[in-house]
Protein backbone atom coordinates (compact mmCIF):
# COMPACT_ATOMS: atom_id res chain seq x y z
CA UNK A 1 0.00 0.00 0.00
CA UNK A 2 1.12 3.51 -0.81
CA UNK A 3 1.58 5.78 1.43
CA UNK A 4 1.78 9.60 2.01
CA UNK A 5 2.47 10.41 6.12
CA UNK A 6 2.19 13.63 7.95
CA UNK A 7 5.78 15.03 8.28
CA UNK A 8 5.01 15.33 12.08
CA UNK A 9 3.94 11.74 12.43
CA UNK A 10 6.56 10.01 9.99
CA UNK A 11 8.86 11.35 12.03
CA UNK A 12 8.44 9.80 14.84
CA UNK A 13 9.23 5.91 16.32
CA UNK A 14 5.12 5.01 15.73
CA UNK A 15 5.51 6.93 12.60
CA UNK A 16 7.80 4.87 11.28
CA UNK A 17 5.81 1.25 12.59
CA UNK A 18 2.92 2.17 11.37
CA UNK A 19 3.97 3.19 7.80
CA UNK A 20 6.04 -0.58 7.62
CA UNK A 21 2.84 -1.87 8.34
CA UNK A 22 0.86 -0.18 5.89
CA UNK A 23 3.23 -0.56 3.03
CA UNK A 24 2.32 -4.54 3.44
CA UNK A 25 -1.06 -4.25 2.92
CA UNK A 26 -1.98 -5.53 -0.34
CA UNK A 27 -5.56 -4.79 -0.20
CA UNK A 28 -6.53 -8.10 -0.92
CA UNK A 29 -9.90 -7.77 1.10
CA UNK A 30 -9.02 -11.57 2.67
CA UNK A 31 -9.44 -10.21 6.16
CA UNK A 32 -13.23 -9.47 5.53
CA UNK A 33 -13.80 -12.93 5.39
CA UNK A 34 -12.79 -13.88 9.07
CA UNK A 35 -13.40 -10.68 10.50
CA UNK A 36 -16.67 -11.16 13.05
CA UNK A 37 -17.78 -7.30 12.70
CA UNK A 38 -17.95 -7.40 8.94
CA UNK A 39 -19.77 -10.56 8.74
CA UNK A 40 -22.43 -9.00 11.22
CA UNK A 41 -22.58 -5.39 9.71
CA UNK A 42 -21.00 -5.98 6.10
CA UNK A 43 -19.81 -2.22 6.36
CA UNK A 44 -16.07 -1.76 4.88
CA UNK A 45 -15.46 0.28 7.47
CA UNK A 46 -16.20 -2.57 9.78
CA UNK A 47 -13.67 -4.62 8.90
CA UNK A 48 -9.71 -5.03 8.82
CA UNK A 49 -8.80 -3.29 5.21
CA UNK A 50 -11.55 -0.36 6.04
CA UNK A 51 -10.31 0.13 9.39
CA UNK A 52 -6.80 0.42 8.55
CA UNK A 53 -7.89 2.78 5.38
CA UNK A 54 -9.57 5.07 8.37
CA UNK A 55 -6.44 4.71 10.16
CA UNK A 56 -3.91 5.49 7.34
CA UNK A 57 -5.64 8.37 6.22
CA UNK A 58 -5.75 9.77 9.88
CA UNK A 59 -1.90 9.04 9.79
CA UNK A 60 -1.98 11.24 6.20
CA UNK A 61 -3.43 14.34 7.74
CA UNK A 62 -7.51 13.91 7.53
CA UNK A 63 -8.92 14.98 10.88
CA UNK A 64 -10.49 12.11 12.86
CA UNK A 65 -14.44 12.19 13.06
CA UNK A 66 -16.74 10.52 15.41
CA UNK A 67 -17.40 8.12 12.84
CA UNK A 68 -14.04 7.20 12.63
CA UNK A 69 -13.91 6.52 16.29
CA UNK A 70 -17.21 4.37 16.11
CA UNK A 71 -15.46 2.04 13.49
CA UNK A 72 -12.43 1.63 15.40
CA UNK A 73 -13.96 0.91 18.69
CA UNK A 74 -16.29 -1.97 17.36
CA UNK A 75 -12.96 -3.73 16.08
CA UNK A 76 -12.96 -6.70 18.52
CA UNK A 77 -9.17 -6.75 18.12
CA UNK A 78 -9.23 -10.47 17.69
CA UNK A 79 -6.76 -10.61 14.98
CA UNK A 80 -8.06 -13.04 13.16
CA UNK A 81 -7.37 -11.42 10.50
CA UNK A 82 -3.58 -11.64 11.27
CA UNK A 83 -4.01 -14.96 10.90
CA UNK A 84 -5.69 -14.89 7.09
CA UNK A 85 -3.84 -12.31 6.05
CA UNK A 86 -1.22 -13.42 3.54
CA UNK A 87 1.17 -10.66 3.66
CA UNK A 88 1.64 -10.82 7.18
CA UNK A 89 0.09 -7.46 8.23
CA UNK A 90 0.44 -6.27 11.91
CA UNK A 91 -2.82 -5.47 12.47
CA UNK A 92 -2.95 -5.37 15.96
CA UNK A 93 -0.34 -3.21 16.25
CA UNK A 94 -1.60 -0.79 13.93
CA UNK A 95 -4.84 -0.33 15.77
CA UNK A 96 -3.57 0.24 19.07
CA UNK A 97 -1.31 3.47 17.25
CA UNK A 98 -4.63 4.06 15.18
CA UNK A 99 -7.31 4.31 18.10
CA UNK A 100 -4.55 6.23 20.24
CA UNK A 101 -4.58 8.89 17.74
CA UNK A 102 -7.94 9.31 16.89
CA UNK A 103 -9.05 9.38 20.52
CA UNK A 104 -6.41 12.40 21.15
CA UNK A 105 -8.27 14.09 18.13
CA UNK A 106 -11.64 13.42 18.95
CA UNK A 107 -11.77 13.06 22.90
CA UNK A 108 -14.78 11.20 24.70
CA UNK A 109 -17.91 12.16 26.10
CA UNK A 110 -18.55 12.59 29.48
CA UNK A 111 -20.30 9.67 29.95
CA UNK A 112 -17.98 7.28 28.12
CA UNK A 113 -14.72 8.80 29.73
CA UNK A 114 -16.52 7.97 33.04
CA UNK A 115 -17.63 4.13 32.07
CA UNK A 116 -13.77 3.66 30.57
CA UNK A 117 -12.23 5.24 33.63
CA UNK A 118 -14.22 3.34 35.94
CA UNK A 119 -13.26 -0.02 34.11
CA UNK A 120 -9.27 0.73 34.31
CA UNK A 121 -9.98 1.88 38.44
CA UNK A 122 -11.77 -1.73 39.33
CA UNK A 123 -11.44 -4.93 36.92
CA UNK A 124 -7.09 -4.61 36.89
CA UNK A 125 -7.25 -4.67 40.88
CA UNK A 126 -8.26 -7.72 42.34
CA UNK A 127 -8.84 -6.55 45.77
CA UNK A 128 -11.61 -4.31 44.59
CA UNK A 129 -13.06 -6.49 41.94
CA UNK A 130 -14.05 -9.07 44.55
CA UNK A 131 -15.26 -6.59 46.76
CA UNK A 132 -17.89 -5.87 43.92
CA UNK A 133 -18.59 -9.08 43.13
CA UNK A 134 -19.35 -10.28 46.42
CA UNK A 135 -21.94 -7.12 46.69
CA UNK A 136 -23.67 -8.17 43.39
CA UNK A 137 -23.55 -11.77 44.12
CA UNK A 138 -25.39 -10.66 47.33
CA UNK A 139 -28.03 -8.78 46.02
CA UNK A 140 -27.78 -11.26 43.11
CA UNK A 141 -31.95 -12.81 44.43
CA UNK A 142 -33.18 -9.23 43.94
CA UNK A 143 -32.16 -8.28 40.77
CA UNK A 144 -34.45 -8.70 37.41
CA UNK A 145 -34.01 -11.76 35.79
CA UNK A 146 -32.70 -10.12 32.44
CA UNK A 147 -29.64 -8.60 34.84
CA UNK A 148 -29.10 -12.08 37.07
CA UNK A 149 -27.27 -13.83 34.45
CA UNK A 150 -24.92 -11.23 34.34
CA UNK A 151 -23.83 -11.72 37.73
CA UNK A 152 -21.85 -15.34 38.04
CA UNK A 153 -22.65 -17.62 41.28
CA UNK A 154 -20.10 -17.27 44.18
CA UNK A 155 -17.35 -19.75 43.02
CA UNK A 156 -15.68 -22.48 45.07
CA UNK A 157 -12.70 -22.12 46.27
CA UNK A 158 -9.66 -25.83 46.33
CA UNK A 159 -6.89 -26.58 47.61
CA UNK A 160 -3.68 -25.65 46.29
CA UNK A 161 -0.97 -28.18 46.31
CA UNK A 162 1.67 -27.87 49.77
CA UNK A 163 4.47 -30.04 48.55
CA UNK A 164 7.68 -28.03 46.87
CA UNK A 165 9.59 -29.69 44.37
CA UNK A 166 12.92 -28.53 43.17
CA UNK A 167 11.24 -27.68 39.51
CA UNK A 168 9.62 -24.83 39.86
CA UNK A 169 7.18 -22.35 37.72
CA UNK A 170 5.48 -19.25 37.80
CA UNK A 171 2.03 -18.26 37.33
CA UNK A 172 -0.12 -15.08 37.33
CA UNK A 173 -3.15 -14.95 39.06
CA UNK A 174 -4.29 -12.13 36.97
CA UNK A 175 -7.04 -9.69 38.23
CA UNK A 176 -10.64 -11.43 37.41
CA UNK A 177 -10.10 -14.88 37.90
CA UNK A 178 -8.86 -15.31 41.71
CA UNK A 179 -12.63 -14.20 42.00
CA UNK A 180 -14.26 -15.37 39.10
CA UNK A 181 -13.13 -19.16 38.72
CA UNK A 182 -10.05 -19.63 41.67
CA UNK A 183 -10.30 -23.15 40.61
CA UNK A 184 -8.18 -22.91 37.29
CA UNK A 185 -5.43 -21.86 38.72
CA UNK A 186 -5.65 -24.50 41.62
CA UNK A 187 -6.40 -27.04 39.07
CA UNK A 188 -3.10 -26.34 37.57
CA UNK A 189 -1.02 -26.32 40.46
CA UNK A 190 -2.54 -29.63 41.39
CA UNK A 191 -1.34 -30.99 38.18
CA UNK A 192 2.34 -30.02 38.38
CA UNK A 193 2.38 -30.92 41.53
CA UNK A 194 1.56 -34.29 40.51
CA UNK A 195 4.31 -34.01 37.76
CA UNK A 196 7.25 -32.83 40.52
CA UNK A 197 6.60 -29.02 39.77
CA UNK A 198 5.53 -26.57 42.32
CA UNK A 199 3.60 -23.93 40.80
CA UNK A 200 4.31 -20.49 42.70
CA UNK A 201 2.39 -17.46 43.19
CA UNK A 202 4.60 -14.07 42.99
CA UNK A 203 2.78 -12.05 45.40
CA UNK A 204 3.05 -8.51 44.09
CA UNK A 205 2.03 -10.07 40.73
CA UNK A 206 -1.53 -8.86 39.12
CA UNK A 207 -3.40 -7.61 36.12
CA UNK A 208 -1.34 -8.12 33.29
CA UNK A 209 -2.33 -4.92 31.20
CA UNK A 210 -4.17 -6.01 29.09
CA UNK A 211 -7.54 -3.56 30.59
CA UNK A 212 -5.50 -0.27 30.46
CA UNK A 213 -3.76 -0.89 26.88
CA UNK A 214 -6.67 -1.69 24.94
CA UNK A 215 -8.41 1.71 26.59
CA UNK A 216 -5.58 3.54 25.39
CA UNK A 217 -4.00 3.86 28.98
CA UNK A 218 -0.85 2.88 27.32
CA UNK A 219 1.52 4.25 30.82
CA UNK A 220 -1.01 2.56 32.97
CA UNK A 221 -0.49 -0.51 30.99
CA UNK A 222 3.57 -0.28 31.16
CA UNK A 223 3.08 0.11 34.54
CA UNK A 224 1.10 -3.27 34.97
CA UNK A 225 3.70 -5.03 33.04
CA UNK A 226 6.56 -3.48 35.02
CA UNK A 227 4.79 -4.18 38.67
CA UNK A 228 4.61 -7.76 37.01
CA UNK A 229 8.46 -8.15 36.05
CA UNK A 230 9.69 -6.70 39.29
CA UNK A 231 7.36 -9.39 41.34
CA UNK A 232 8.71 -12.25 38.94
CA UNK A 233 11.99 -11.27 38.45
CA UNK A 234 13.76 -12.63 41.33
CA UNK A 235 12.06 -15.69 41.04
CA UNK A 236 13.28 -15.85 37.52
CA UNK A 237 17.33 -15.12 38.55
CA UNK A 238 16.48 -18.08 41.45
CA UNK A 239 15.93 -20.41 38.19
CA UNK A 240 12.23 -20.24 37.93
CA UNK A 241 11.36 -22.59 34.50
CA UNK A 242 8.68 -21.10 33.04
CA UNK A 243 5.90 -18.17 33.30
CA UNK A 244 2.68 -20.29 33.13
CA UNK A 245 -0.78 -18.23 32.14
CA UNK A 246 -3.44 -20.22 32.18
CA UNK A 247 -5.92 -17.06 30.84
CA UNK A 248 -5.13 -16.88 26.56
CA UNK A 249 -5.89 -13.21 27.14
CA UNK A 250 -3.44 -12.45 29.65
CA UNK A 251 -0.59 -14.80 27.79
CA UNK A 252 -0.98 -12.71 24.76
CA UNK A 253 -0.31 -9.62 27.08
CA UNK A 254 2.70 -10.82 28.90
CA UNK A 255 3.70 -12.64 25.07
CA UNK A 256 3.87 -8.38 24.08
CA UNK A 257 6.09 -7.04 27.05
CA UNK A 258 9.27 -7.61 25.20
CA UNK A 259 7.67 -4.96 22.43
CA UNK A 260 5.80 -2.76 24.67
CA UNK A 261 9.01 -1.80 26.58
CA UNK A 262 11.64 -2.45 24.13
CA UNK A 263 12.68 1.42 24.43
CA UNK A 264 12.59 1.03 27.99
CA UNK A 265 16.00 1.00 29.46
CA UNK A 266 15.32 -0.64 32.44
CA UNK A 267 12.95 -3.02 31.81
CA UNK A 268 13.63 -4.16 27.89
CA UNK A 269 16.04 -7.19 28.84
CA UNK A 270 14.09 -8.24 31.44
CA UNK A 271 10.70 -7.75 29.73
CA UNK A 272 12.32 -9.55 26.94
CA UNK A 273 13.44 -12.71 29.68
CA UNK A 274 9.61 -12.56 30.39
CA UNK A 275 8.42 -13.10 27.55
CA UNK A 276 10.88 -15.77 26.51
CA UNK A 277 9.64 -17.70 29.70
CA UNK A 278 6.00 -17.46 28.77
CA UNK A 279 3.99 -20.34 28.63
CA UNK A 280 0.02 -21.03 27.86
CA UNK A 281 -0.74 -23.82 29.93
CA UNK A 282 -1.31 -25.76 27.13
CA UNK A 283 2.22 -25.34 26.11
CA UNK A 284 3.25 -27.27 29.93
CA UNK A 285 1.07 -29.79 29.30
CA UNK A 286 2.01 -30.98 25.72
CA UNK A 287 5.54 -30.95 26.65
CA UNK A 288 4.49 -33.43 29.43
CA UNK A 289 2.25 -34.81 28.19
CA UNK A 290 3.67 -38.63 28.52
CA UNK A 291 3.52 -38.26 32.13
CA UNK A 292 -0.15 -36.58 32.26
CA UNK A 293 -1.33 -39.89 30.60
CA UNK A 294 0.30 -42.00 33.01
CA UNK A 295 -1.46 -39.92 35.45
CA UNK A 296 -4.73 -40.40 33.69
CA UNK A 297 -7.43 -43.33 34.97
CA UNK A 298 -8.69 -42.78 30.90
CA UNK A 299 -11.20 -45.52 31.82
CA UNK A 300 -13.40 -42.96 34.13
CA UNK A 301 -13.42 -40.70 31.05
CA UNK A 302 -17.35 -40.64 30.16
CA UNK A 303 -16.54 -41.30 26.55
CA UNK A 304 -20.71 -40.78 26.31
CA UNK A 305 -20.50 -37.35 27.18
CA UNK A 306 -18.92 -35.19 24.58
CA UNK A 307 -17.55 -31.92 24.86
CA UNK A 308 -17.05 -28.80 22.71
CA UNK A 309 -14.09 -26.24 23.14
CA UNK A 310 -13.71 -23.04 22.30
CA UNK A 311 -10.66 -21.90 21.53
CA UNK A 312 -10.56 -17.89 22.29
CA UNK A 313 -9.11 -16.02 20.04
CA UNK A 314 -6.30 -14.90 22.50
CA UNK A 315 -5.07 -17.94 22.02
CA UNK A 316 -5.56 -19.08 18.16
CA UNK A 317 -4.77 -15.61 16.81
CA UNK A 318 -2.91 -14.11 19.29
CA UNK A 319 -0.90 -16.82 20.43
CA UNK A 320 -0.95 -18.76 17.19
CA UNK A 321 -1.29 -21.89 19.52
CA UNK A 322 -4.20 -23.69 16.96
CA UNK A 323 -5.58 -27.15 17.21
CA UNK A 324 -3.24 -27.92 20.20
CA UNK A 325 -5.18 -28.20 22.57
CA UNK A 326 -8.38 -30.34 20.89
CA UNK A 327 -5.42 -32.56 20.24
CA UNK A 328 -4.48 -32.91 23.60
CA UNK A 329 -7.94 -33.95 24.58
CA UNK A 330 -8.23 -36.12 22.17
CA UNK A 331 -5.30 -38.17 22.60
CA UNK A 332 -5.99 -37.82 26.29
CA UNK A 333 -9.22 -39.84 26.05
CA UNK A 334 -11.76 -36.46 25.41
CA UNK A 335 -14.49 -37.06 23.15
CA UNK A 336 -14.77 -33.42 21.46
CA UNK A 337 -17.74 -32.17 18.92
CA UNK A 338 -17.15 -30.69 15.88
CA UNK A 339 -17.49 -26.95 16.21
CA UNK A 340 -18.23 -24.98 12.85
CA UNK A 341 -16.71 -21.78 12.88
CA UNK A 342 -14.10 -22.23 15.36
CA UNK A 343 -11.92 -19.20 13.94
CA UNK A 344 -14.70 -16.41 15.18
CA UNK A 345 -14.78 -14.53 18.02
CA UNK A 346 -17.39 -15.09 21.34
CA UNK A 347 -17.71 -11.46 21.76
CA UNK A 348 -16.39 -11.24 24.94
CA UNK A 349 -13.24 -9.70 24.04
CA UNK A 350 -11.41 -8.43 27.22
CA UNK A 351 -14.30 -4.66 28.52
CA UNK A 352 -15.80 -5.36 24.36
CA UNK A 353 -18.95 -7.27 25.94
CA UNK A 354 -19.40 -3.62 28.04
CA UNK A 355 -18.44 -0.85 25.66
CA UNK A 356 -20.16 -2.94 22.96
CA UNK A 357 -22.76 -5.18 24.37
CA UNK A 358 -25.49 -5.47 21.08
CA UNK A 359 -22.95 -6.70 19.18
CA UNK A 360 -20.89 -8.59 21.42
CA UNK A 361 -24.65 -10.97 22.26
CA UNK A 362 -25.13 -11.16 18.56
CA UNK A 363 -21.45 -12.63 18.44
CA UNK A 364 -22.37 -14.86 21.60
CA UNK A 365 -25.39 -16.05 20.28
CA UNK A 366 -23.92 -17.40 17.05
CA UNK A 367 -20.89 -18.79 19.41
CA UNK A 368 -23.15 -20.18 21.49
CA UNK A 369 -25.56 -22.23 18.62
CA UNK A 370 -22.06 -23.44 16.92
CA UNK A 371 -21.18 -24.69 20.36
CA UNK A 372 -24.21 -26.36 20.80
CA UNK A 373 -24.60 -27.93 17.37
CA UNK A 374 -23.31 -31.26 18.04
CA UNK A 375 -24.90 -31.84 21.55
CA UNK A 376 -22.30 -31.55 23.60
CA UNK A 377 -22.69 -32.45 27.58
CA UNK A 378 -20.52 -29.14 28.55
CA UNK A 379 -17.94 -26.83 26.87
CA UNK A 380 -14.39 -26.06 27.50
CA UNK A 381 -12.62 -23.11 26.84
CA UNK A 382 -9.18 -21.94 27.75
CA UNK A 383 -9.80 -18.11 29.01
CA UNK A 384 -11.40 -16.22 31.76
CA UNK A 385 -13.67 -13.71 29.63
CA UNK A 386 -14.76 -16.27 27.13
CA UNK A 387 -15.65 -18.61 29.87
CA UNK A 388 -18.26 -16.16 32.07
CA UNK A 389 -19.53 -14.22 28.58
CA UNK A 390 -20.52 -17.77 27.30
CA UNK A 391 -21.67 -19.00 30.81
CA UNK A 392 -24.14 -16.36 30.57
CA UNK A 393 -25.79 -17.65 27.81
CA UNK A 394 -26.45 -21.28 28.00
CA UNK A 395 -27.32 -24.00 31.14
CA UNK A 396 -24.25 -26.03 29.72
CA UNK A 397 -21.30 -25.99 32.48
CA UNK A 398 -19.06 -23.77 30.77
CA UNK A 399 -14.81 -24.55 32.52
CA UNK A 400 -11.57 -24.25 31.60
CA UNK A 401 -10.14 -27.53 29.48
CA UNK A 402 -7.04 -27.60 32.97
CA UNK A 403 -10.33 -28.12 35.27
CA UNK A 404 -11.48 -31.23 33.60
CA UNK A 405 -8.17 -32.62 33.02
CA UNK A 406 -7.68 -32.24 36.91
CA UNK A 407 -11.31 -34.05 37.77
CA UNK A 408 -9.82 -36.74 35.43
CA UNK A 409 -6.48 -37.04 37.27
CA UNK A 410 -8.14 -36.63 40.79
CA UNK A 411 -10.54 -39.38 40.32
CA UNK A 412 -9.77 -42.59 42.12
CA UNK A 413 -9.38 -45.74 40.33
Given amino acids: MQTHLSEAIRQTPHGQAADAILRKCVHCGMCNATCPTYQLLGDERDGPRGRIYLIKQVLEGTTATRKTQLHLDRCLTCRACETTCPSGVEYGRLLDMGR ?10 LLQSLLRKALRSVIPHPARFSALLALGQWVRPLL ?3 LQHKVPQPAKFTSWPTG ?8 LDGCVQPSLSPNTNAATARILDKLGITLVRAQQAGCCGAVSHHLNAQEESLNHARRNIDAWWPHVE ?21 HLLAHDAKYAEKARRVTSLMKDISEVITVEKASIKSLLNSSL ?4 SSLAFHPPCSLQHGLKIKGNIETLLT ?3 FDLTTVPDAHLCCGSAGIYSILQPELSRKLRDNKIAALTSGAPA ?3 TANIGCQMHLQAATALSVRHWIELLDQQISKPA
Fill in 301 to 304: IPHH
Fill in 100 to 109: GIVDKQVGRG
Fill in 378 to 380: AIA
Fill in 238 to 258: QGAEAIVITASGCATMVADYA
Fill in 331 to 333: ELG
Fill in 144 to 146: PGS
Fill in 164 to 171: AHARKMLV
